[in-house]
């Protein structure tokens, strides 16, 4: 079984920073891809970015993309999030989710594994 557990969240004003963080166990493989979905208060959850486990590929969400950074650290079994120059509208719950293979990346149904959560509220 994978567990993930989120850190990092937090209140921040417009244009600051915050470093989110999924630490990964249970049976993990290369060929996992790694994603962080948000979801705002209202709304329904959205893509905001992914990484694949083997060969660190990325792909994010245009409205985040610039500003944020997914990376992963292989000897730590972590994935991280880097929000930089964040917004009110960033403001959500973010989840880290975890997809054994296959299915559309941006698509949450594709992902097999999730964490609680962690709110990120970001202040005009």
């Known amino acids: 079984q994978v567990q993930l557990v989120e850190s990092g969240g937090g209140l921040v004003q417009a244009g600051g920073s915050l470093r989110l963080s999924c630490a990964v166990s249970g049976r993990t493989f290369s060929k996992y891809v790694m994603g962080w979905f948000r979801q705002a208060p209202g709304k329904e959850r959205e893509f905001a970015a992914v990484i694949r486990w083997g060969d660190a590929y990325t792909y994010y969400k245009d409205s985040v993309e610039g500003r944020f950074t997914i990376s992963r650290d292989n000897y730590k079994n972590t994935v991280y999030l880097q929000m930089n120059s964040l917004k009110p509208e960033d403001t959500a719950v973010y989840y880290c989710?975890?997809?054994?293979?296959?299915?559309?990346?941006?698509?949450?149904?594709?992902?097999?594994?999730w964490g609680q959560g962690t709110q990120v509220t970001v202040s005009s």
């Open positions: 989710a975890a997809a054994i293979s296959g299915g559309n990346w941006v698509v949450g149904e594709s992902y097999d594994y």
